[in-house]
């Protein structure tokens, strides 16, 4: 792929002996995000970075656990002479020499943010949305806004996503947990030692997401995070197309997929019947729906798929906003 993702799996393995959530290192959770959004993707461990041919990426994403290490003269000028040429990294919370050479100065340290705030490319009434996520993360402040930077998000009127273009290439900075912010919203933030705020009885999907607007709002949060930093951020500094390959050479790719709508247990002959005529199909339902397990069973064992259905408001115009070149995205 066209998008370069750099983790340090060591820090990464050392974090998680501390079994302690806010003590792990999730960079990991940037595999979610660049798979939905971009597509394919190359990965390689940090170490591998100064002898990477970086001519062959649009991107380079330096999560946490690789932005943080000492870096040597030679890593910073292999990146430099990648942006100069017109490529784009990403860094999250860089620290050290990476953040002295590309980032604001970082002087404020750490701080818990109480607002949010988007200053560009966005609709009024995802702006709105924006505001309605939970601040689960913290965030690094700096004594004055980097020069010669545009700023897309804030968090207390601080800069914590901003973009400095550097010759023919841009640095975007993400002042805050990008990774982690992510898990937290998609699975939900257990107690520190990993056990579940549950309710006397069984264990229910609410108590395993963050409780409030998370849980009924009609738009997913989290892709609309994931969505912004593409698109609003991202795009801004060079623009991106994420057409998939077609698998084995095919010229196109037929895409099924089916909301179950109370079919019940006629959905099987539909996926025996797709099997039958070389198809595969997703089925999506709610837990409202009649679809039980022998329901689940026999989709499944005709090689289809089943998955849960995100339905609050479907009719709302304002959900769905054409974006990214030519409204496609």
Do not use: C
């Not at 601080?158 to 640095?171: F, K, L, S, W």
């Not at 998609?186 to 849980?215: C, H, K, S, W, Y």
Request: glycine share 8%.
């Amino acid at each position: 792929g066209e998008l370069l993702l750099v983790i340090d799996q060591s820090t990464v393995q050392t974090s998680s002996l501390a079994r302690r959530f806010n003590d792990v290192d999730w960079s990991y959770g940037w595999l979610n995000y660049v798979e939905q959004e971009f597509g394919p993707y190359t990965l390689i461990d940090a170490k591998r970075l100064p002898t990477t041919d970086l001519a062959h990426f649009r991107y380079v994403i330096i999560t946490q656990s690789a932005a943080n290490l000492r870096e040597n003269q030679r890593q910073q000028e292999h990146l430099s002479n990648y942006i100069r040429a017109g490529g784009v990294v990403i860094l999250e919370r860089p620290g050290g020499s990476l953040r002295k050479r590309f980032s604001a100065d970082g002087a404020g340290g750490e701080r818990v943010p109480q607002s949010l705030g988007v200053t560009r490319n966005l609709s009024p009434f995802f702006t709105q949305q924006m505001d309605l996520i939970p601040l689960l993360t913290t965030y690094i402040a700096s004594s004055t806004p980097l020069k010669d930077s545009v700023t897309y998000m804030t968090m207390d009127g601080v800069p914590v996503v901003y973009r400095r273009p550097i010759e023919r290439g841009h640095v975007i900075t993400i002042e805050f947990n990008f990774a982690q912010w992510l898990v937290r919203l998609q699975q939900g933030t257990p107690n520190n030692d990993f056990t579940i705020r549950a309710e006397p009885g069984a264990t229910t999907t609410v108590d395993l997401i963050n409780p409030g607007t998370v849980a009924n709002n009609p738009v997913p949060l989290a892709d609309l995070l994931e969505r912004y930093l593409t698109i609003g951020v991202i795009n801004d500094a060079r623009p991106v197309v994420s057409l998939w390959p077609f698998p084995s050479g095919s010229q196109g790719v037929l895409l099924m997929t089916h909301n179950e709508d109370a079919m019940g247990p006629s959905a099987v002959w539909m996926a025996r019947w797709e099997k039958q005529n070389n198809f595969r199909s997703t089925y999506f339902v709610t837990p409202a729906d009649e679809f039980g397990k022998k329901s689940v069973r026999g989709v499944e064992s005709n090689a289809a798929e089943v998955q849960l259905q995100w339905s609050n408001n479907p009719d709302d115009p304002n959900i769905i906003e054409p974006a990214g070149p030519g409204g496609f995205g």
